[in-house]
């Protein structure tokens, strides 16, 4: 009996007011070959590749969405990436490309060199007496 | 970008390309590890 990978996912999130609600569901674990056919499609900058590049992202990466075009569900499809405007459709890609390069969470501010570390208090007390005595 | 990666793992450009997109993070955390180049702070 063979194996099947789970599919991860990840759910990107907008901050952009016009999309804020949305919820875009995308694999992440593709193959590179897969990121990098969308990632050079996306890079071309005419329509063909574009369009290219938003039905390869739509038939391998978007796994759900609960976009809606006059009421109407979108399918989560290739079909579905060119049905959505350009814009929104370029902002998803980019969006999953952070998502699968970028680090999984901030690790806050950066240390320097430790020189602005604070070293811990040690209690101290003054000895009563010389060690003579 | 893929010889470059292929050359560094040693691997054929259809090994690499097979492999999850995940290694990209990888390498990013990597590069993390990197001293600055010379007069960048």
């Known amino acids: 009996m063979g194996f099947e990978e789970p599919v991860r996912t990840a759910t990107l999130v907008f901050e952009d007011e016009d999309y804020a609600g949305a919820e875009v569901v995308c694999r992440r674990n593709v193959s590179m070959g897969t990121y990098f056919e969308i990632a050079r499609a996306g890079e071309v900058g005419n329509a063909e590749a574009s369009e290219a590049a938003f039905r390869l992202f739509g038939e391998r990466v978007l796994a759900s969405w609960n976009v809606t075009v006059e009421g109407e569900p979108l399918p989560a499809s290739g079909e579905g990436m060119l049905g959505i405007s350009p814009e929104f459709a370029a902002l998803i890609l980019s969006a999953w490309t952070r998502a699968v390069t970028d680090m999984p969470a901030p690790l806050g501010e950066p240390s320097v060199n430790g020189s602005s570390a604070k070293a811990p208090s040690i209690p101290m007390e003054v000895l009563s007496g010389s060690p003579g005595s | ?41």
């Open chain 2, 1 to 41: 970008m893929i010889l470059a990666l292929c050359e560094r793992f040693g691997v054929l450009p259809s090994v690499l390309l097979a492999e999850d997109v995940g290694l990209l993070r990888l390498l990013a955390i990597a590069a993390l590890g990197r001293p600055p180049a010379e007069g960048a702070l």
